[in-house]
């Protein structure tokens, strides 16, 4: 059977995100099963027998469509080629079977695979495995389960095709990684403030201090401080998609709703391609928990479910276009097309727009000179690991900033929560008042605004106002989350739909009242959740009326790809 082989330590920095898909530990036997002779057979009639010899390499990290292998005889090793060398990862034997998540993503491979003893290897083409995992049931679940338990173990040992070496006081930096961490890819992550062979890596690629933080991806090509956009083209996050191609149905935003109707619609065998300005997850995305989701009584972290729902959405034939914003909507004919920030037009039959809305950010006169730098618009393990045992301030009265403030009392010496509203019942969960206030760790300050943040390059301290005293004191913090308010991402829909007074979309019954100016162009009424152009539809915090909840964004966008069929239907 395989036998895993995971070796070397764990990242340089010690920085070992929790993984997308489970916070348990991993299942050796389920990460690497033997098959049986029964499901080797089911496996062979959908692919072909192809003899290997010792030292052939099967596939390079980068490698787009890699075929699928179980080993009939023989043996192969997973390797990562890195700066000093190949690590392995692991031998595959007889009945053992290659592969991980870019098997269903469709994306690049991240390690080196080569043959160490000859045999008869059987081999599937991507599209073979697909139907394959389609029609059985018993394969899909041990090959899904397999592919997601590999990309945790690579994700937690630090071995991918991507190195990233930054300092924790560079923005940048940390947008590489979250963008990482939160697209699941796994890489290496050197602190160069703290790895003192940090001067030896920059000198052997030239690099000076002014071009941090630097990435090498496949062990080769050298970024210095890339764009996320640079970052996905060098991995090849979107070579695999067809942009010209039209598709049935296009979902701009992979938060939540977006990813419900991924799921559903690709289940249902429309072509789907998702467009995705960051990654996975939105808003929630950066939840440290979600506690009242239904069926997790534990709760679960925001980036474990958008990792579970994007692997649910890519198994059934869903795309993901990440690091791409849509910055117009061509509305005069259909199909539309969505354009890109690259210019590329995409077009679509059918539209969900799912984006969202982003953190209103408060009236300081030098806030986005901190952004990054010891402001913050989300509390995931990454930021809480640059916190250590500090003080820190959470800023915001919703569920978002409640459960910030309880992930971050874990670690943080003590967590401030700034209120402009008297109470928090309005505004956040009961159970997590109850958390705070019974928290010795959190300082609730009601009636309380920042004013003021000071610092050189990286946040020093904070100023803020108490309302009810009148009183205004500054203090020595270095961390700041800032969790106020939501506006909707629609400056691109402009002159296409119907917006409320606050830009967000207005959708079905409401749209008499509110058309702005627009004609509906159908004998039949809009749907729920259609926007002023037929076929278009808005779903979860983006549209307007939305219930700002988890559960109801993943309702709505379960309930479009109904409507959108019915849109279909009248084409």
Not at 477 to 493: E, K, N, Q, Y
Not at 505 to 529: C, E, H, N, S
Request: glycine fraction near 10%.
């Amino acid at each position: 059977m395989s036998s895993p082989v995971i070796i070397g330590p764990l990242n340089p920095s010690g920085d070992n995100p929790a993984p997308m898909f489970s916070s348990g530990p991993v299942n050796q036997q389920h990460a690497f099963p033997a098959l049986t002779p029964s499901q080797i057979e089911h496996v062979r009639a959908f692919g072909k027998v192809r003899k290997v010899e010792a030292g052939e390499i099967l596939f390079e990290p980068g490698d787009m469509t890699v075929p699928f292998f179980v080993l009939l005889s023989g043996s192969m090793e997973i390797v990562q080629p890195g700066l000093h060398g190949e690590r392995l990862i692991v031998t595959h034997q007889a009945a053992g079977f290659t592969g991980e998540m870019t098997m269903i993503s469709g994306r690049g491979a991240l390690a080196r695979g080569r043959v160490t003893a000859p045999g008869d290897f059987i081999e599937l083409s991507p599209e073979e495995l697909r139907n394959l995992v389609t029609r059985d049931a018993e394969l899909s679940e041990i090959f899904m389960r397999a592919f997601i338990l590999r990309r945790i173990l690579l994700i937690s040992s630090g071995q991918g095709n991507v190195i990233l070496m930054g300092s924790q006081h560079s923005a940048k930096t940390l947008q590489l990684r979250e963008f990482l961490s939160r697209n699941g890819h796994p890489h290496t992550y050197i602190d160069l403030d703290t790895d003192t062979g940090a001067q030896e890596l920059l000198d052997r690629f030239l690099v000076t201090a002014a071009e941090i933080p630097v990435v090498i991806c496949n062990g080769a090509t050298v970024l210095r401080s890339p764009s996320m956009q640079e970052l996905a083209k060098c991995l090849g996050l979107n070579a695999h998609i067809v942009q010209s191609q039209v598709r049935d149905l296009v979902i701009v935003g992979a938060g939540p709703a977006g990813l419900a109707a991924a799921v559903y619609g690709a289940s249902e065998g429309l072509d789907v391609l998702m467009i995705e300005t960051e990654s996975p997850g939105g808003q929630a995305g950066s939840s440290s928990r979600i506690e009242n989701y239904l069926g997790f009584p534990t709760g679960i972290s925001g980036l474990e479910l958008a990792g579970r729902a994007s692997a649910q959405a890519q198994k059934f034939g869903a795309k993901m276009l990440v690091a791409s914003s849509v910055v117009r909507l061509n509305c005069d004919r259909r199909p539309y097309e969505l354009v890109l920030d690259d210019g590329q037009a995409i077009p679509a039959r059918a539209v969900i727009i799912a984006s969202g809305a982003r953190y209103n950010k408060p009236q300081i006169e030098n806030l986005e000179k901190f952004e990054g730098q010891g402001v913050y618009y989300g509390a995931t393990f990454i930021e809480s690991q640059l916190c250590g045992n500090e003080e820190v301030a959470v800023v915001g009265g919703g569920n978002s900033a409640g459960q910030a403030a309880v992930f971050l009392s874990q670690t943080a010496g003590k967590v401030h929560i700034l209120v402009r509203s008297g109470k928090l019942a309005d505004t956040m969960s009961r159970y997590l008042i109850q958390r705070i206030e019974e928290n010795p760790a959190i300082d609730l300050r009601c009636r309380t605004e920042v004013i003021g943040m000071e610092g050189d390059t990286q946040l020093e301290q904070v100023t803020w106002l108490d309302k009810n005293t009148g009183e205004t004191s500054t203090h020595a913090l270095r961390h700041v989350f800032i969790m106020t308010g939501a506006s909707p991402r629609t400056d691109w829909l402009q002159g296409c739909l119907a917006l409320d007074s606050k830009g967000f979309i207005v959708t079905g019954r409401d749209l008499d009242a509110a058309a702005g100016g627009r004609t509906w162009p159908l004998a039949r009424p809009p749907l729920m959740l259609e926007t002023s152009l037929p076929g278009v539809f808005a779903v979860g915090d983006v549209r307007s009326g939305s219930v700002k909840r988890v559960a109801s964004a993943v309702g709505e966008g379960s309930i479009a790809i109904y409507l959108v069929h019915r849109a279909l239907a009248e084409m």
